[in-house]
């Protein structure tokens, strides 16, 4: 009977068009060109890697998109386990016509071929998002982005702020904020100035969330800003500030960012949990890892003082999950947000969604995201989500606790859309 | 086959009469009076603000119970998916019976006034024991409480030692200690006298065990009476202790607490992992959360020092119920207990009783205990744990491992009763 | 359907003859000679004293091995549900011809007897490899192993390095390592020659692995040799070292393991995450337990240092598979391995399991070892791996993702038996 229950919830959820409240898209490239535009996905040069493909064969300079595939095309029997390669095949399936159950040394260049022939016609990227039931793409945009040159209610802009945050010691960050804004910001009003600018751009366009992804350690605390100007003082005089220094001035800038959302409107969605460069001699973007040992108890303070900003997180270890549950139960102001990168399986998804599902309030929960860096992987990666909960649905909701098809499949609906709606403001 | 199996095994477990081992019964003002007792419990209250409820119209001064309510099923809705709500509508319609499938605005008047006639008849208490099946109920009494004007053979008392441990900084902390025991407690020897006092009270008054609750970074240690006497000169002069005495004066007490626990021959229930009022603007009791950094590791030492006594452990955390399993495992001293309140839905109770059934002694596990604040409660959350419980034995134990249905039906008894009577002492 | 389908993998398994990559055997007494041998395993002496059986009664000196059988089985009806008695179940009717599902005061003897008869043929041992379907049996040697009077083809040695690293200090551990190699490891050159001495020696007897426990909090880091020659001279001179000091000397001994692993091209496994002497008067191999509070991070600087090393991975706390899966996926020399102690009932196995299956290269997990002391156990200790197996495979990849059964049982057989060959190279 759960299989059927499962179906039934899931053929439902399919016919709803979607708003992807998170993705890495170039709206001026939102589709790939050849099929070494997925290939290239770091969730396979990564796992190829990891499997014993070279480094220097994966990103050698100049390397044609066909070589490349071909390379990485030797290293996927390995990987057929994956959920990571299951993306892709149902890539190849659904928008390519292919047949086989595997891409082998022998059949990807049929396959190869065959994509390009598709992404290489005129409305390819339009394609795409219908087939995928796309209504919107949300973006990543560095805080300089001129959001000029695309249609912003198609390709809803967010403000990233994490070279803000993290890297505003390096010149080259205060030098595109100062190009951006007109203000060099040498003191912690000019700072703040400057950075309200931003949100005065963003929000003109049609920007729905500020973002950052944050490390497991950081703790946001309210900093004064006449505690900032000596330090800013010494970062314009180029002087190394200590880690003290350093942590203060990022969470000033932090802090800062939570004061124009709550002034804005604006969501302020948290990634919480990753270093970065923990693996130095891995591919472009899988070099990222975590410490698991961190707590949304270091977000205290910030969830206190500001009771009118959304927020809503993402927690990149799956233990995590428990806390964020918690969290957002008590918190208005805390709302559960997709599933994060290494949380990004089944496996995964299924146990938090279950949690989320049973003691979260319903409205406060953001059900996916795809993170995706091409608009193909919307299709299969909302799919994969999609018959989780569907899997939930039908057991915890239609069995266990005896709720019709129809009851369930609401609040299927409800994760799945309805939410990413209102808390973001709607298309 | 395995919903049948499941189905055979919970019908047999739901004729098992109760005892509840841990709530916060009021023995004085067991059951409710309206609705407004039950929707008032904070799990209500709390999710209703997180969805968007403001304080101000939960706690408003003056508001009358059908008001509360009427205010709290305006909210209902964005609740329904949750585990809580699902314990409202299962005491509506098992109590009180209501036939639709949510309580909304346009029906809850009626179930308010059916509930209040069925409230108002002279024996509504007793009514409820005998539908729950509850023969005991064990209490969480203030450690001054006279234990005075009901029957501590129906509910059970037990001494609570948060403020003890926690608060005796408090002046009115030591007043109450002062004037339940005829004791000041100005030095280490007294302050021992003083809670023998108080172990003397409860145990001639049928407790059963001590329980306390613990933030995540406690961590009992043994302290000599020699270093306690000048911290206690400081709080009796009322200077301001520093973090290390409080800690000390802490750990002198926890110690002593246990020390007693040995020689009355009480259980000491430890409840782990609880952070108080990181919400601060948070409803009543909506305001505690956790970080689940935390380890039972901190506890070697007492676990160690005490071999006679036993430990009911409750983690707070989900991902601390694999720790609990293992130092239960090796342990003799360490029993599982329940699940306590974060961890308390289907999703994390079912993983949680798995590995607990997989690899504890069946001797040393407390199914279940309620929690509650009133007595309605104690058959929705019952129901709930029973029906996971059932689901375990009929996967696990009959179909994975060849039991009979019979034999998982006694190990399911042996966890929800059997136990309980014969770790606590029995009634 | 999932029934049968689980079924059809789990019989396909159950023909792979095994290669069990990590055990505690004997050569020269790897099977059991009475049912005490079976019995006195630490799973059960630990788990019949935690239920409440004394030590003194376990351990009392001079005890004959049929007396202390019939003292554990007064205990086993309170271990009925654990997954541990369930593998001595499985051996007594696998090997025994048992036929009760119950070992009781009333049938043990009996089954001591029977057990007794066979363990006395002659070929026993043989006959347990041969029923085990074992064509190899890792062992866990000490340093100073002489490594002779067995067949290593058949008991491959691995060589393991606890005491090395954390009981440098001990003056029976240098002695030992001066017997061994005829090398006086006073300073830090002298120290590297001895430890080249046992990776020569041990390589030159067929040893396939270097591994060592670590403890939760260790963090390996390179420290260079004229830092380590004056801790070694307080060393010899017989001065205690202060904890900096120690934690240097093992981190130098525990990364020249790893130089030599590079060298002699030899895997190290690592198994991570135990605390010693947790409960102190615990029995024999009873006493160790964990903080679940580690991280995978710690491990940052070895991981980039040896990229040509690999690395087999096991954790404790089950809370750390999710690091695990995630750094297998990004580092080319991480690999997963086994279910570990306290991880090894099918509660954590089926999350752990499925997870690892979803997101890492199938060539990069080594499924399982039995961690036996005696020969029985890798029979039901297997069997219970492959059920879980079997069960992922059919749920998560016939099912969920439509691969034919003939491909799931190949992504078994490679986790089960073909990655270990490859990685530890073969027989």
Redesign the interface.
């Known amino acids: 009977?759960s299989?059927q229950v499962k179906q039934n919830i899931l053929s439902e959820l399919e016919q709803l068009p979607l708003i992807d409240p998170h993705t890495h898209i170039n709206p001026h490239s939102a589709a790939s060109t050849t099929l070494a535009d997925i290939m290239g996905y770091h969730y396979y040069t990564?796992?190829a890697?990891?499997?014993?493909l070279p480094k220097e064969r994966i990103e050698e300079e100049g390397l044609a998109p066909k070589d490349k595939v071909g390379r990485l095309v030797e290293k996927l029997d390995?990987?057929?386990?994956?959920?990571?390669l299951?993306w892709l095949i149902e890539i190849a399936q659904e928008f390519f016509g292919f047949q086989d159950?595997k891409i082998t040394p022998d059949n990807w260049e049929n396959l190869y071929d065959t994509a390009l022939a598709k992404m290489s016609e005129d409305d390819w990227e339009q394609q795409v998002l219908k087939q995928s039931k796309l209504d919107q793409v949300y973006l990543t945009n560095e805080f300089d982005d001129p959001l000029a040159g695309f249609d912003t209610q198609l390709y809803v802009p967010c403000l990233r702020t994490d070279d803000l945050v993290f890297h505003f010691t390096k010149s080259a960050t205060r030098e595109r904020l100062a190009k951006a804004t007109g203000v060099e910001a040498g003191n912690a009003a000019s700072l703040k100035e400057a950075i309200g600018k931003l949100f005065k751009h963003f929000t003109e366009n049609n920007a729905r969330a500020c973002a950052i992804s944050l490390p497991p350690t950081f703790s946001p605390q309210k900093v004064e800003s006449t505690s900032i100007d000596p330090i800013l003082k010494k970062v314009t005089d180029k002087s190394e500030l200590s880690g003290t220094e350093a942590n203060s001035l990022s969470c000033f800038i932090f802090w800062t960012l939570a004061e124009y959302c709550a002034e804005f409107k604006l969501p302020f969605d948290l990634m919480i949990g990753v270093?970065r460069r923990?693996?130095?001699?891995?591919v472009y973007q899988?070099?990222d890892?975590?410490?698991?040992?961190?707590?949304?108890?270091l977000y205290?303070e910030l969830?206190?003082a500001f009771?009118t900003v959304t927020f809503p997180i993402s927690v990149l270890?799956?233990?995590?999950n428990?806390?964020l549950?918690?969290?957002?139960?008590?918190?208005?102001n805390v709302v559960t947000n997709g599933h994060w990168w290494?949380s990004n399986?089944?496996?995964?998804i299924e146990?938090d969604c279950?949690?989320r599902?049973?003691?979260?309030?319903?409205?406060?929960q953001i059900g996916y995201y795809s993170d995706m860096y091409k608009l193909e992987f919307a299709l299969p990666k909302f799919s994969m989500y999609r018959?989780v909960l569907a899997k939930v649905l039908a057991n915890?909701?239609v069995?266990?606790?005896g709720?019709s098809e129809e009851?369930a499949i609401n609040?299927g609906k409800t994760v799945l859309r309805g939410n990413v709606e209102r808390i973001f403001g709607g298309c």
Chains 1, 2, 3 share one sequence.
């Not at 890697?49 to 014993?52: T, W, Y």
């Not at 390995?78 to 990571?84: A, G, W």
């Open positions: 009977m299989q990564e796992l890697h990891s499997a014993g390995d990987l057929d386990n994956t959920t990571q299951s159950e270093n923990v693996y130095e001699e891995g899988g070099q890892l975590y410490d698991s040992r961190t707590s949304l108890y205290k969830l206190n009771p270890a799956p233990t995590s428990q806390e549950v918690s969290y957002s139960w008590i918190f208005p290494y399986i089944p496996a995964h146990l279950r949690a599902l049973q003691a979260v309030p319903q409205s406060k018959r915890d909701f069995i266990d606790r709720w009851r609040l």
